[in-house]
Structures are given as C-alpha cells and as structure tokens.
C-alpha cells in the first residue's frame, strides 16, 4: 500500500526560510527596550506653568444662627397670625399669652404697685410734718433723716414694683426678638404652653452663609481667609465667597467642615440653596507635559524623555490635570523633551523579552 502526501498542507506546517527570516528580524525589533531606541514620535518641551491648587466641594446655604421665640411663663396662645416664609420686624407684636396663671400674676403685681403707692403717699406725707416742726423744735434732726429714709425706701420699692409689672405684661405679649423670617410655628393659637417651650423660630435677615466638607489629602491645606466662587445647581449667577471659619475637626466621614461668608454684602442666595464652591489655594510653579506623554507601569508613572543617545525612561509624581495638560509634582525639569506620539507602544517595546509561548 502507497502512502500518498499532500504537499500542500506540508508547506503550510512548516514556514519557508524567508518567513523564518522575517520572525526573527521582528523578534529583534520588538526585543529593543525604550533605552537606545531609535523612534520617530513627536516630543515637545516640559513648560514651567504656575498652577494655583483649587479645592471643590458640595456646598449649602444656611443660616448662621437661628433665634427661638421662648414662653417665659406658662399660658394659652393667642392672636399669633404669622405663618411659616413671613417677614417681621424687631420688636414687632407677633401675639400674646393669656390664661388664669398670668391673669393672676398680673393681678398681684398691679396690687404690689398700689400697695408700694400708698406706702410712699404716707412716707412723703410724714416727712412734710418732721420738716415743718423742725424749726419750732417739735421734731428733731434725726427725725427728718429717718422719714427722708423711709421715704427713699418707700421710692424704691415702688420703682421695683412697677418694673415687675411692665416686665410680667411684656411677657405675656410675644414680641420678635429681631428682624427676620419665620422658619418655623411650633405653637397654635389656643394651645396651651409651658414656660421655656419655643413658641417659633426667626432666621435673622442677612445672616445667611455657605457651608462644605471638603476631603482629600489636602484638606490640612485649608486656611481662613481664603477666595473663592459658588455656583448654584441649575445655573445663576456665580457668588464669589471668602472662608471665614475652618471647624477645625474632622468628621466621621473624613471630611473638614468650612463656613464662607458671600464676598457682596447682600448675596443673592437663598436659605437651602446648593450648588458647587471652588477655593483656590496656593500658587506654585510647576512642570507641565501634555497627558498624553504619560504612561503607567507597575504601579509607576513614567515619561520618555528624548537624549542624544535615544529615549530614556524617567519616573515622574503626577499632580493635577488641566485640560489635555498634566502638572508634574517631581521628577522632570522643564526644558526636558519628552515622546508625546505613542508613548506607551514606545516604552513597552521591551514587552518581547520577558514574553512566554502559551503550554
């Protein structure tokens, strides 16, 4: 029996000497590390660039402080007609408190002024007769002084009395402790209240500010005095803000607290309005290669730099991006030619060396 061979898939097993030829002179090209290798890629210069480090963070309007309207004695509520979003001015009558408790008081203190009155009538009275029988001695010196005593005493305790009366009826009438918007009702009319419940509570009129928690490594970076812009959500006008707190404590998420007041005088934000808020920081000189030029290895970030004697790798510290440009922290010097066309493909021409054929 006769074995026949077909030739055809013999010269398809096994290359031809050219092939082989051709393997090996791209086995020593893709062998060529980054180091001594010729390229053709396009290099540009590192150029020194300032960048001034920004901080951005989410960011809310609220009110510096609020101030509670407080029940100083207990009582029923009535007369409050503000509703939650209304303007008041300071010292403006918001309502009143009335019940047997106050009715009561108010009727014992309007007793104790009657009562120091009369008092007083009759001390007045008794020193007028000590100075007129004075001079025909029917009265002694020490007489007079003492209805002049009894007499301021009797002055002061009316004083005392009536002051206790004024202050009892001002706090049965609610007054707005200073200018405003009410925030919020937390009485109704009829209710009945104890002493010390808050009754309502005023955002005071321009004492809106801007609050964030910033994160990042840098956060320590953060300084009072510091400028910046708030932009809302949705668009409008952009607010420029200065830092005028740093809370000083990081939270439990890691991040530190900054208030900022508006740089204007009457910013025009409203209270729970958020938005975004950029502050910039220090200005420092920098290095700065196009993003491209970059390129990841191992953990590391590298550059090839272009020399007389070829391409030659370089670690670098990248810092921030702006736009298609990347600032280098450390590593590179400006001036420095740097491959900015195939980088990557350029650096790991190497790859061939250390590469293993599949089992």
């Not at 210069?45 to 809310?60: G, H, I, K, V």
């Not at 309007?61 to 207990?74: D, F, K, M, R």
């Not at 609610?174 to 009945?192: E, H, I, K, M, Y």
């Not at 702006?322 to 420095?336: D, Q, V």
Request: glycine fraction near 10%; include cysteine.
């Amino acid at each position: 029996m006769t074995t026949k061979v077909d030739v055809r898939s013999t010269c398809l097993l096994r290359p031809s000497v050219g092939m082989v030829w051709w393997m090996l002179s791209a086995g020593l090209l893709l062998a060529a590390g980054p180091a001594g290798a010729a390229t053709n890629g396009v290099t540009v210069a590192a150029q020194p660039r300032t960048l001034t480090n920004q901080f951005e963070a989410y960011a809310q309007v609220e009110p510096v402080s609020v101030l509670p309207l407080v029940a100083v004695q207990a009582g029923v509520v009535t007369g409050l007609e503000v509703v939650p979003g209304a303007s008041v001015r300071a010292g403006q009558k918001l309502g009143d408190l009335t019940g047997p408790e106050i009715e009561a008081a108010q009727a014992q203190a309007e007793a104790a002024v009657s009562g120091a009155q009369a008092r007083l009538a009759a001390a007045n009275k008794a020193l007028a007769v000590e100075r007129q029988q004075l001079p025909s001695h029917l009265s002694t010196q020490q007489q007079v002084y003492q209805a002049e005593s009894a007499a301021a005493d009797a002055t002061g305790a009316l004083a005392t009395a009536q002051a206790q009366l004024k202050a009892l009826q001002l706090t049965a009438t609610l007054f707005a402790p200073g200018a405003g918007t009410v925030l919020a009702l937390n009485a109704a009319n009829g209710q009945r209240v104890a002493a010390g419940q808050t009754l309502l509570t005023l955002q005071p009129a321009n004492q809106l500010w801007l609050q964030a928690a910033f994160y990042g490594s840098d956060i320590r970076s953060l300084r009072t005095g510091m400028t910046g812009t708030f932009s809302p959500a949705g668009g409008g006008e952009v607010i420029p803000v200065k830092v005028v707190t740093v809370f000083g404590a990081i939270g439990p998420d890691g991040g530190e607290s900054v208030g900022m007041m508006a740089a204007p005088s009457t910013p025009n934000w409203l209270n729970g309005e958020f938005g975004t808020v950029l502050l910039n920081g220090q200005t420092r000189s920098l290095v700065a290669v196009p993003t491209l030029a970059l390129v990841l290895d191992k953990g590391r970030w590298w550059v090839l730099v272009h020399t007389p004697k070829g391409e030659r790798p370089q670690p670098v510290v990248p810092g921030p991006a702006r736009g298609w440009k990347t600032f280098i922290e450390s590593g590179l010097k400006p001036g420095a030619q740097v491959v900015v066309e195939n980088a990557y493909l350029e650096f790991h021409r190497g790859l061939s060396k250390s590469y293993k054929a599949p089992d």
